[in-house]
């Protein structure tokens, strides 16, 4: 069981230029995250899906998008990125929307120049 | 404002002692706390739980501690060992919209 997978592990992007961070789990969890982490910040919520077909802003959602068709794949597209989008991005998974523990994946470590 | 937060960025340990790492919350109405562990360049990993109408649960080598009177988290690891080096953040779920809340976390470096 592979968990969360996510892809790239790493990217340099131009500023300007569309980047789609993708995020597949197995565990056919109906909710999923994505999370920013910068340092001395901590993890900081983007966007979330409680279930597949909808989703809903977290504190920093400007600048990101998401879709959620289906259970398992939860796509971040960044449409123009911008050098403050530097950063490490996790997806994350949980059962549901109740006190369960999110899982993580290993990260895509994004750097806009 | 930041509502889960550390109290120390760094601590220090010695190998085989215990480690007791610090977390204070400010929403009351918060019902569900996690500790996770991040391991340099992975995602976050699970390490316990609790549920706020508990005051103390316990895994393996490690225990948390719930004082919901003075809004406080601990995790207690047993026997630090050098596989603990680690980050570890403290969460709190917001029972209204569901989410959870990060602290920035606690740097822990076990000395051999």
């Known amino acids: 069981i592979a968990g969360i997978t996510q892809a790239p592990t790493s990217q340099i992007l131009a500023a300007g230029r569309r980047m789609t961070l993708r995020c597949t789990q197995d565990m056919r969890h109906n909710a999923m995250y994505w999370y920013r982490q910068d340092l001395g910040l901590g993890l900081r919520l983007i966007h979330y899906s409680n279930t597949a077909g909808t989703t809903g802003k977290g504190e920093v959602p400007d600048g990101y998008s998401v879709s959620r068709a289906n259970t398992d794949d939860f796509p971040l597209t960044l449409a123009s990125a911008v050098p403050s989008q530097t950063s490490v991005y996790f997806c994350?998974?949980?059962?549901?929307?109740?006190?369960?523990?999110?899982?993580f994946g290993p990260g895509t470590r994004l750097t806009v120049t | 404002g930041e509502s889960v937060g550390l109290h120390l960025p760094t601590l220090s340990v010695q190998e085989g002692d215990n480690s007791i790492i610090n977390c204070a919350y400010s929403n009351s109405a918060s019902d569900y706390f996690i500790w996770y562990k991040q391991e340099s360049g992975k995602g976050p990993q699970f390490i316990i739980d609790i549920r706020s109408n508990m005051d103390k649960r316990q895994g393996q080598r490690v225990t948390v501690l719930l004082n919901k009177t003075v809004k406080h988290l601990s995790l207690q690891i047993a026997a630090t060992q050098p596989g603990d080096s680690a980050v570890y953040f403290c969460a709190e779920r917001d029972p209204w919209d569901y989410k959870l809340s990060f602290g920035a976390g606690t740097t822990v470096t076990v000395r051999a």
């Open positions: 994350a998974s949980s059962e549901g929307t109740g006190p369960y523990e999110q899982y």
